[in-house]
C-alpha cells in the first residue's frame, strides 16, 4: 500500500510550495482584491515553472506528468491563495481540449495554455442554477447565440468552452474570444481575486468540441476531475487557515493567558484540524482514482469535494472567530481565506448539487464504503 | 498512488485467507454480521465465550494469534502491516476475539514491556492462546479521565505490598483470570509521582467482582474491590513510582490497533435507505430532505476509511502511529449515535421497537442507539481527544491545572 505521494511528487510540491511564497505572499494577492487587476507578471512565472503544463502532454508542450503531480500543486495554489485563474484554464478549459479535442483544436490551443500565453474558461451556467434544461444558448452552423453569467476568469479569458443547444441536445463548443461577435462585462463578486464575468455572443464563430449531443455528459466528467483539484486547492487553503488560527491562539493573550489554552478555543481547533484531515484523506481518494481512471471516480470526486468544501468554510470561518475583531478587519488576511472558500465552494456547482450527485452515486453502487 | 499489496504482502494475505477459509467458524457468520455496528464489545456472552476461546485456540495452534508478539510468547513476530492484512482477512469472524482485546492488546504489551523474563514465558502465550483472560483495573470512581488522581492503596509489607480501595467500569472483570492494577503508593508527591503497577491474578483472596448492570441494560463492566489484597513484589510492572509511565505503555498500544477501521454505521444506513420506503413513495434514499445528512456521514465514513489507509502507509514505511490517529474514535462515536437516531427517525413509531423480529434491519440502529453513548467514553472521552489533538498534534498549551505540582494528599477534593 502506497496510499500517498512519493518522493518525487513531494519535491514537487515543495518547488512550488517554495516559488508561491517567494512569489505570491498574502500582499500580492491583495493587490487583485483592492483593484489591481490580473496579476499577469505572476501568471507568467508560474508558467514558466512548468506548473500550467503539469498534465499537457509534452507535445504540445506540457510537462506530460500525471494529476497526482498537479493535485500537489493545486494544494499549494490553494494554500497561498494564488489569483489566478487556474481553475478556468487548467483543471477545466485544457482538461477539456485534451479530452475532448481534435488534434488541431489541442495543436492550436495546448501550447499556448501550456505557456500561458493564452487562458481559456468554462462557460456554461446562464444565470440560474445550472441543470440539464437550464440552457438557451444556440449553436448552429458554426454560430453561437446566447449569454453566459457568471463565467469564472471570463473577463480575462481568450478562449472558452461553452455549453450549448445544438438542435435538441447539449453540445460543448469552443469559442476564440478574441472577435466581434463578444461582449464582457466584469461582475462584482465575493472574490475579486478570482474574476467573474457575463459572456454575450452574438453569431460569435465557434467550432463544436467533441461530439454533439454529449455537451452534458463531457460537462460532466469535465466537472468530476476538475472537482478533485479544486478538492486540493481546497485542502491546502483549509490547512493554512488553521495554522493561521492556531498560531494566532499561542500569541493572543487574554485574562493573563494565551487565549489557546482556552477548551473552547482548543476544542474549536481540534475540530478544524479533524475537518481539514477527513478532507485530506478523502482528496487522496479522488486523486488516486483520477490519477488511476478508475471506474469509481465520479463517486471519489463527490466525496472529495463535499468533503472539502465543508472543511474549508469550516476552517476559514472558524479562523475568522479565533482572531477575534481582529479577524473582521480588512488588514487581517483571515477575511481572504473567507472569501476564497466560499468562492470555491460556489465554482463547480454549490455543495446541494454535489452532494446530490454522492448520494445518486452512491445508492446506485450501493457499495460499501467503510472497511 | 496505490491500494496494492507487495508480492510479499499478497502472499501472505492469500495465505491468512485461504487458513480462514478453511478453520473459520462459519456457522457464526450470520450472529456476528447481524449484531449492531458499534456494539461488538458487548460480544463476550457466555454462550459466545467458548466459541470465542475455541476460535482464539485454533488460531493460536496454526501461529496466527498476536500476529505482532515475538513467537516465544505465542505470537508470530509478524510485522505491522501483516497484523492489519490479517485483522483484514479476519473480518467479522475477529468479533469472537473482543474478549481477548484488553488482555492481547493492552495488558499483555505492558507485561511485554515491563515484566520480568519469567513473568512473560508464564502469562503471554496463556494469554495468546485464549486460555486467559485480562482486564484492565485503572479508572476509579474519582479517577476516569483524571486517571492519575486514583486512590487505590498499596502499602509495601516487606515482600508484599497490601492493597486496599476500588475500581470501577472495568470491563471483563466478572471472567477474568488476570489484571493489570494501578495504584497509589505514595501520596505525599504529586499525583502522576506516587503510582506503581502491578499485574494480580483475579482468583487471589481479598478481591471481589461485581458486575454492574450497564445503561443499555447488559453487563460488560464492573466494580472491582480489594481488601487486604496482598501482592507479592515480584508482580510489579516497572519501578515503584514509575506507574504513570508504565500506564501510557497500555494506552499508547491502544493506538497501535489502527487499520482495524472503526464503523461509522454509514454502510448499514445506505443498505437500509435504499430498501426502505421513503415518506412519499420511491425509496428512503430518494427522499431530498435527507440527502445532504447522508452525503455528509458519506464523506465521514469515507474520510475514516481513507484516513486509516494514511496511516497504514506510514506504518508500511516504519513511523510510528502518533496522536493524530484519535481522530478515529472521536469522528465514528458521534457519527455513528447520529446516524442511529436518524434511522430511528426515518422509522416513524415503529423507531422505538426493539424486538429483532420488529423493528427494521433486525433492531441493529436500536442497539447501536443504546450503546454508542459507551463509545464516545470509554477509552478517553470525545473532549479528552479533543485536548489531545489540540495539544499534542497542534501544540497548543495544556490546560490549567491547579493539581499538578501539589503532593496528593493536599489536594482538594470537594467543592
Ligand atoms: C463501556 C466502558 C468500558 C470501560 N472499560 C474500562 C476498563 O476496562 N478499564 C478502565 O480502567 N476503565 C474503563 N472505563 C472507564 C473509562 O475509561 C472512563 O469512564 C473515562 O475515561 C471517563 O472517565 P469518567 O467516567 O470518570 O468521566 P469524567 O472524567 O468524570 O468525565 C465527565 C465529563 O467531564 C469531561 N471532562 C473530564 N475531564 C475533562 C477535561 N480535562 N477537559 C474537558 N472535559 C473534561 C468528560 O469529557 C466528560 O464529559 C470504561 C468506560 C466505559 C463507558
Known sequence: ?371 | MNFDDTPEEAAFRAEARAWIDANAPKHLHPILSGSGFGTSAEAGEIDMLAEAKKWQKAKRDAGWACLHWPKEYGGRGASPMERVIWNQEEGVYAQLSFTFIIGQGMCGPTVMAWGSEEDKQRLLPPLAAGEDIWCQMFSEPAAGSDLAGLRTRAVQDGDEWVVNGSKIWTSGAHISQYGILLTRTDPTVAKHKGLTMFWVDMRSPGIEVRPILQAHGQSGFNEVFFTDLRIPDSQRLGAVGNGWNVSLTTLMNERLSIGSGMSTGFEPLLDYATRAPGPSGGRLVDDPSIRSKLADWATKASGLKYTSMRALTALSKGEQPGPENSIGKLVAGSTMQDIAMFALDQQGEMGVLTDPELAAHAARFQQTLMRSPATRIEGGTDEILRNIIAERVLGLPGDVRVDKDVPFEKIPTRA
Open chain 1, 1 to 371: 500500500m502506497q496510499f500517498d505521494f512519493n518522493e518525487q511528487q513531494n519535491e514537487f510540491r515543495q518547488e512550488a510550495r517554495r516559488f508561491l511564497a517567494a512569489e505570491c505572499s498574502t500582499e500580492r494577492v491583495r493587490k487583485a482584491l483592492e483593484g489591481g487587476g490580473f496579476d499577469r507578471q505572476l501568471w507568467q512565472g508560474v508558467a514558466e515553472m512548468g506548473f500550467l503544463g503539469i498534465a499537457i502532454p509534452e507535445e504540445h508542450g506540457g510537462l506530460g506528468l500525471g494529476y497526482l503531480e498537479l493535485c500537489a500543486v493545486a494544494e499549494e495554489f490553494g494554500r497561498a491563495l494564488a489569483p489566478l485563474p487556474i481553475v478556468s484554464s487548467i483543471y477545466l478549459a485544457a482538461e477539456a481540449i485534451k479530452s475532448f479535442g481534435t488534434p488541431e483544436q489541442q495543436a492550436a490551443w495546448l501550447p499556448r495554455i501550456a505557456a500561458g500565453a493564452a487562458i481559456g474558461c468554462l462557460a456554461s451556467v446562464e444565470g440560474e442554477r445550472l441543470t440539464e434544461k437550464s440552457t438557451r444558448a444556440t449553436f448552429a452552423n458554426g454560430t453561437l447565440n446566447g449569454a453566459k453569467l457568471p463565467v469564472l476568469d471570463g473577463d480575462i479569458a481568450d478562449v472558452a468552452i461553452v455549453l450549448a443547444k445544438e438542435g435538441d441536445s447539449l453540445s460543448l463548443v469552443l469559442v476564440d474570444l478574441a472577435q466581434d461577435g463578444i461582449a464582457r462585462r466584469t461582475l462584482d463578486t465575493l472574490d475579486p481575486t478570482r474574476g467573474q464575468a457575463e459572456l454575450t455572443f452574438t453569431n460569435a464563430a465557434a467550432e463544436r468540441l467533441g461530439d454533439r449531443g454529449e455537451g452534458w455528459a463531457m460537462l460532466q466528467t469535465l466537472l468530476d476531475r476538475a472537482a478533485v483539484l479544486v478538492a486540493f486547492e481546497q485542502i491546502g487553503g483549509a490547512d493554512r487557515a488553521l495554522e493561521m488560527g492556531r498560531d494566532y491562539a499561542l500569541e493572543r493573550m487574554a485574562f493573563g493567558r494565551q487565549i489557546g489554552s482556552f477548551q473552547a478555543i482548543k476544542h474549536m481547533l481540534a475540530d478544524m484540524y479533524v475537518s481539514a484531515t477527513l478532507a485530506r484523506s478523502n482528496a487522496y481518494y479522488g486523486a488516486w482514482a483520477l490519477s488511476t481512471g478508475a471506474a469509481e471516480l465520479p463517486r471519489a470526486a463527490a466525496t472529495a469535494r463535499v468533503s472539502a468544501t465543508n472543511a474549508f468554510r469550516h476552517c476559514a470561518k472558524n479562523n475568522v472567530q479565533v482572531h477575534g475583531g481582529m479577524g473582521f478587519t480588512w488588514q487581517m488576511d483571515c477575511h481572504l481565506f473567507y472569501r476564497r472558500s466560499n468562492q470555491l465552494a460556489l465554482a463547480l456547482g454549490s455543495q446541494p448539487d454535489w452532494e446530490e450527485k454522492l448520494v445518486t452515486r452512491l445508492a446506485a453502487a450501493n457499495e460499501p464504503l467503510a472497511a
